[in-house]
């Protein structure tokens, strides 16, 4: 199975912040990465696809780059309605593993 | 609209069976692949498969198969996930969710929709 690692596990930001998350798999996966967020009690919620295509919809102080083992997930002005645990997700072979996630909070 | 709606949670013997449903509308629903994912609480998303409602193909993660079942009801856009005997280790919360089409009707790999989650306790 290919190893999806986040960093880091947790952070604390200002509002307006410019937030970076890091998704490191364990081999080659192409721009086969995808950025979910996951608020408290809730199911996730789809933010990017295929690295950097952002969903319909979304905000976009979201947006993704990288490419084979080394991705980022970037919120360019950090809002109160971002505070969430944000996961990778790799669809470049089966079986699809998520990262371990991210938790974000406001400082 | 377009929804995936679970059914509810569940307490339940270790030993015991268990069917949890994910029932789609608002689209197409034989046409997109639907995914389970399980969260333990506290701890990440794990993909345990997903099931084309189509004609019923379904792919498992080694690490779910011979564990779980999925199955699907065109008639009653619904799909299921089932347990023949459970055990502790199944707590969790369970998730379906829809694989993305592009534009061109191609499934990828992410997963736009989601049910609200089925909690599923398994405690003696």
């Known amino acids: 199975d290919i190893q999806m690692t986040q960093s880091p596990s947790s952070l604390s930001a200002s509002i307006g912040d410019r937030v970076t998350i890091s998704c490191q798999a364990s081999q080659d996966i192409n721009k086969y990465l995808n950025w979910y967020q996951q608020k408290p009690g809730k199911a996730p919620n789809l933010l990017i696809f295929?690295?950097?295509d952002l969903e319909t919809g979304v905000p976009s102080r979201f947006s993704g780059s990288g490419s084979g083992t080394h991705f980022t997930f970037t919120i360019s002005s950090l809002q109160p309605e971002d505070v969430a645990t944000y996961s990778c997700q790799q669809s470049y072979m089966l079986p699809y593993t998520f990262g371990q996630g991210t938790k974000l909070e406001i400082k | 609209e377009e929804l995936l709606v679970q059914s509810g949670a569940e307490v339940k013997k270790p030993g015991e069976s268990l069917k949890i449903s994910c029932k789609g509308s608002g689209y197409g629903f034989t046409s997109y692949w639907i995914a389970w994912v399980r969260q333990v609480p506290g701890k990440g998303l794990e993909w345990m498969g997903f099931?084309?409602?189509?004609?019923?193909?379904?792919r498992y993660s080694p690490s779910f198969q011979g564990q779980v079942t999925f199955s699907a009801d065109k008639s009653i856009t619904t799909a299921y996930l089932q347990w023949n005997s459970l055990r502790a280790s199944d707590t969790a919360m369970y998730y379906c969710?829809?694989?993305?089409?592009?534009?061109?009707?191609?499934?990828?790999?992410?997963?736009?929709?989601w049910g609200q989650g089925t909690m599923v306790t398994v405690s003696s």
């Open positions: 099931i084309y409602p189509g004609d019923s193909d379904a």
């Open positions: 295929d690295t950097s």
């Open positions: 969710a829809r694989r993305r089409m592009t534009n061109l009707g191609l499934a990828i790999g992410a997963f736009d929709m």
